[in-house]
């Protein structure tokens, strides 16, 4: 099975390490926000100082964009675009796809700057892809394990989500 | 793919709804959006032509309650039906958990509607799916129109494996939840497959 195909487990241990590397590219990249995401649009960590941003939507329109560019690349004849940068008036958006299955985004405003944000995200990524390649590796033990709390799901059990 | 999240004891799955172009699909998330408590669902987008034509994807993110202590989420997506956005139902179907078909009733979409499922099989087929094992349910929609098929041949036509089956009127809401919890179960029914 292709590496971007098998589900993902996310462990709590493994989840604070990620949400760490997120807290300190905030704090470094003097970012407004840094997000974890996904190519598929879940969002996985988020980090800064966000309120009120509807993270949801954030995730899923990112992985869109990133889909959307990567088959644009196919028909040029890259493998992908793995940086994008859009500049708004006031914030700026910065993404990078991480180990060809996650997205590493940074909203960012003139308190910072693109050089320094490429800067410490090219850090950050590298040890997110490091991250990712253990978590790969637990997401695939955990599929082959009873220790799944869907193993044990029962008909009525699903039955009740529906209940109303 | 599933996700699950034990930080946050969530489960987030992905559906997606095909079929032809004006089937209803965009539809169907409108009245599962329109008709769902706000504490449960996010903001839907919808990426459109100024023709109100889904130009990339709908997006509707849904809360279904919890199973065993985990937050079940689940992704609506729906792909643009028209023929020429092949590229881009290709990428909306990557990741995929589950599958809508919705077809056309209307007797002169039927053509429309084989294309649309052969369209789907194949796309399925490129990322190594086979649609006769992912999580996929059929819904014969329009079923109010006076043009509408026999339902025995769309049943013949489009539904030879018997996959589960709805008949709908998505503009008033008919069919569509019946819809939307075959397919959830099937998908949660496909992850306890996968934990064992
Ligand atoms: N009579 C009738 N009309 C319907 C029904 N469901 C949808 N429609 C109408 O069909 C038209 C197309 O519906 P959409 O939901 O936009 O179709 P779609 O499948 O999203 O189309 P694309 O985005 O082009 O792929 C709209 O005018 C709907 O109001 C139905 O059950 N009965
Ligand atoms: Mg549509």
């Given at each position: 099975m292709p590496f971007v195909d098998t589900q993902l487990v996310l462990f709590d241990e493994d989840y604070r390490k990620v949400l760490a590397v997120c807290e300190r590219?905030?704090?470094?990249?003097?970012?407004?926000?840094?997000?974890?995401?996904?190519?598929?649009g879940q969002l996985m960590a988020e980090a800064g100082d966000v309120r009120g941003l509807d993270t949801t939507s954030l995730a899923s329109l990112t992985?869109?964009?990133?889909?959307?560019?990567?088959?644009?690349?196919?028909?040029?004849?890259?493998?992908?675009?793995?940086?994008?940068?859009?500049?708004?008036?006031?914030?700026?958006?910065?993404?990078?796809?991480?180990?060809?299955?996650?997205?590493?985004?940074?909203?960012?405003?003139?308190?910072?700057s693109l050089g320094l944000v490429r800067l410490r995200v090219k850090k950050?990524?590298?040890?997110?892809?490091?991250?990712?390649?253990?978590?790969?590796?637990?997401?695939?033990?955990?599929?082959?394990?009873?220790?799944?709390?869907?193993?044990?799901?029962?008909?009525?059990?699903?039955?009740?989500?529906f209940a109303d | 793919m599933s996700f699950i999240n034990y930080a946050s004891r969530e489960i987030n799955c992905k559906?997606?709804?095909?079929?032809?172009?004006?089937?209803?699909?965009?539809?169907?998330?409108?009245?599962?959006y329109a008709k769902t408590n706000p504490d449960l669902k996010g903001k839907m987008i919808s990426l459109a032509t100024e023709t109100e034509r889904t130009l990339f994807f709908d997006f509707l993110p849904l809360a279904?309650?919890?199973?065993?202590?985990?937050?079940?989420?689940?992704?609506?997506?729906?792909?643009?039906?028209?023929?020429?956005?092949d590229a881009s139902r290709k990428l909306i179907l990557k990741g995929v958990?589950?599958?809508?078909?919705?077809?056309?009733?209307?007797?002169?979409?039927?053509?429309?509607?084989?294309e649309s499922l052969d369209n789907l099989r194949v796309n399925l087929?490129?990322?190594?799916?086979d649609l006769g094992k992912v999580p996929y349910v059929i819904q014969y929609n329009k079923r109010d129109l006076p043009n509408a098929a026999p339902l025995d041949e769309m049943q013949r036509l489009l539904n030879p494996g018997g996959a589960p089956e709805f008949e709908a009127c998505a503009t008033v809401g008919?069919?569509?939840?019946?819809?939307?919890?075959?397919?959830?179960?099937?998908?949660?029914?496909?992850?306890?497959?996968m934990a064992r």
């Open positions: 590219l905030a704090r470094d990249a003097h970012a407004k926000g840094v997000f974890v995401v996904d190519k598929n992985a869109g964009s990133i889909a959307a560019t990567g088959g644009l690349a196919k028909i040029i004849g890259e493998e992908e675009f793995p940086i994008h940068f859009h500049q708004g008036q006031r914030d700026n958006l910065h993404m990078t796809v991480v180990a060809k299955r996650i997205i590493l985004v940074v909203i960012f405003d003139e308190r910072s950050a990524g590298s040890e997110l892809a490091r991250l990712f390649e253990e978590i790969q590796k637990k997401s695939e033990r955990a599929r082959n394990s009873a220790t799944s709390p869907f193993a044990e799901i029962t008909d009525d059990d699903i039955d009740k989500l | 559906v997606v709804y095909y079929g032809p172009g004006l089937c209803g699909k965009t539809t169907n998330l409108q009245h599962i279904l309650g919890q199973i065993r202590g985990f937050k079940t989420r689940f992704h609506l997506y729906t792909v643009p039906g028209q023929v020429f956005y958990d589950g599958v809508v078909f919705v077809a056309d009733s209307q007797i002169e979409r039927m053509e429309a509607n084989l087929g490129d990322q190594g799916y008919k069919g569509v939840f019946e819809t939307l919890k075959a397919v959830a179960k099937g998908v949660l029914t496909d992850l306890r497959k």
